[in-house]
């Protein structure tokens, strides 16, 4: 089966052309990263406008590097929440139009979903999934969630814990940004750390007994103040010392976490998903505590961490397995998108 993604959730635009849920035939990205550079964030409006410039475009060039036709399309999945409203109203619209004019069926996903999905995708025949079966404790860390889930099976979710104010890497986005370091502040927070000690500031590790949801705010808060105190961290040493330990602090929460979950749950395997997963330090943190504690890991490919849709192509080839084929979105739903509420806004883990 053949199924076509669109996610548009955010600030990529992303089309995907996905065989039977794994082999990827064709992903493609358009960043709007220069767009919002300049602003330090992302502006919701002008996300929404330029999907709707390019979506057009991403989809033929992803059917091109697929060297299909539209007429090969089975199915298509698509995103439909949690994200910005004005950019999901872009993808939705374009994935009912193209289930309309095919006759094909159409699944909607949830964003957080398709980051578990990410783990399945490979670029060769050679499946990522050998032993892929749940039980396992998914982690999915990104600019807009940290979400730590106990998966059941293929579609049966139960959300453990959640961030109760900042995602994590919308932390490492606005340290980056009080530091001056540039946006996003992900990828230079992880280069900067490799050059430092990540063992010269004791930051807090806001561990929060007795509940598996996560706060990143107090942190956030104890850097920002340790550099206001501390005038010599603007020097270049100094500042990639920081780096470490801010990144080192947020690491150690995220593994001690996890792993917990895994022996409170009886459960031997974990899977990492969301932008974040792609950082250095907490891959092989993880690596590492996973070979102590004998609990099998798996990591999507760096580029598949990011935003993609062909994670959510993978997504919907499962859903559709399981029979939940709808012929359109629900009008009811697209209406408030319209009217500009946001379903998805505390969108859940539904199971199948």
């Known amino acids: 089966m053949i199924i076509l993604g669109i996610e548009t959730s955010c600030d990529d635009t992303s089309a995907a052309v996905v065989e039977n849920g794994i082999n990827v035939l064709s992903s493609v990205v358009s960043s709007q990263l220069k767009i919002h550079k300049k602003y330090g964030g992302i502006v919701p409006e002008l996300a929404s406008r330029h999907h709707l410039e390019n979506i057009n475009f991403v989809i033929e060039k992803a059917m091109q590097n697929a060297k299909c036709k539209m007429q090969d399309i089975n199915a298509v999945a698509v995103t439909v ?21 095919l006759k094909i069926p159409i699944v909607g996903i949830n964003h957080i979903e398709g980051h578990i999905f990410a783990n399945f995708l490979t670029t060769n025949h050679e499946p990522r999934t050998t032993n892929f079966k749940p039980p396992f404790i998914a982690l999915i ?17 139960k959300i453990l814990g959640r961030t109760r104010d900042d995602a994590v890497g919308e932390i490492f986005d606005k340290i980056a ?16 750390a490799k050059k430092g000690d990540s063992k010269k500031i004791n930051f807090p590790r806001p561990y929060m007994p007795d509940t598996w949801d996560f706060s990143f705010s107090g942190l956030k808060t104890a850097v920002i103040n340790y550099t206001r105190e501390h005038k010599n961290t603007r020097t270049r040493e100094r500042l990639y010392d920081l780096c470490a330990s801010f ?13 917990l979950a895994c022996k409170k749950f ?3 395997k974990i899977i990492l998903g969301g932008g974040v997963s ?20 798996f990591m999507p490919a760096a580029i ?13 080839y499962f859903k559709l397995k399981r029979r939940r084929i709808c012929k359109a979105i629900n009008p009811v739903r697209t209406r408030r998108f319209l009217n500009g509420v946001n379903p998805s806004a505390n969108l859940e883990l539904s199971n199948w």
């Open 247 to 259: 990144q080192q602090s947020c690491a150690d929460v995220l593994v001690r976490k996890t792993v």
């Open 177 to 192: 940004k009080f530091l001056e370091l540039g946006y996003p502040g992900g990828p230079i927070i992880d280069k900067f």
């Open 278 to 297: 792609a950082n250095s330090l907490l891959r092989s943190d993880f690596i590492k505590k996973c070979d102590e504690e004998n609990i099998k890991l």
């Open 141 to 157: 860390v990104s600019g807009g969630h940290t979400d730590l889930i106990k998966v059941m099976g293929f579609g049966k979710y």
């Open 266 to 268: 009886n459960i031997k």
């Open 81 to 101: 929440g949690p994200g910005l409203i004005g950019s999901l109203l872009v993808g939705t619209t374009t994935a009912q139009a193209i289930s309309n004019i």
């Open 304 to 316: 598949f961490c990011t935003d993609n849709a062909a994670m959510i192509a993978s997504a919907g």
